[in-house]
């Protein structure tokens, strides 16, 4: 089983970035998917979930409108585009899949939204 998040990088306030998260070993459709991030002295927090037929979704309240969580099944990926960052965003994002019985993680990307 692997998550493989990608996208992350240093980006100014305002800006935007597109987190990937591939999945394998596991019947993708089938998961729940979610993006939490951590920031360095802070407990893991959620960002965004997306349930497995995609058709609910929900955010943290601080991204509502901002981020947007999405999934490709025929990719087995889940995306999480993000605009309008701000400092307080930074962090490492991390991909989570999980149902009744398994809940797997990736390792995940950092974020730096900084000038």
């Known amino acids: 089983v692997q998550l493989v998040e990608s996208g992350g990088g240093l980006v100014q306030p305002g800006g935007s970035l597109r987190l990937s998260c591939v999945a394998s070993?596991?019947?993708?459709?089938?998961?729940?998917m979610r993006w939490y991030r951590q920031a360095p002295g802070k407990e893991r927090e959620l960002v965004a979930g997306?349930?497995?037929?995609?058709?609910?979704?929900n955010y943290k309240d601080s991204v509502k409108g901002r981020f947007t969580i999405s999934t490709d099944n025929a990719k087995n990926t889940v995306y999480l585009q993000m605009n309008s960052l701000n400092p307080e965003d930074t962090a490492r994002y991390y991909c989570?899949?999980?149902?009744?019985?398994?809940?797997?993680w990736g390792q995940g990307t950092q974020v730096t939204v900084s000038s």
């Open positions: 989570n899949a999980r149902n009744p019985w398994y809940d797997y």
């Open positions: 997306i349930t497995n037929t995609g058709d609910v979704t």
């Open positions: 070993g596991f019947t993708f459709s089938t998961y729940t």
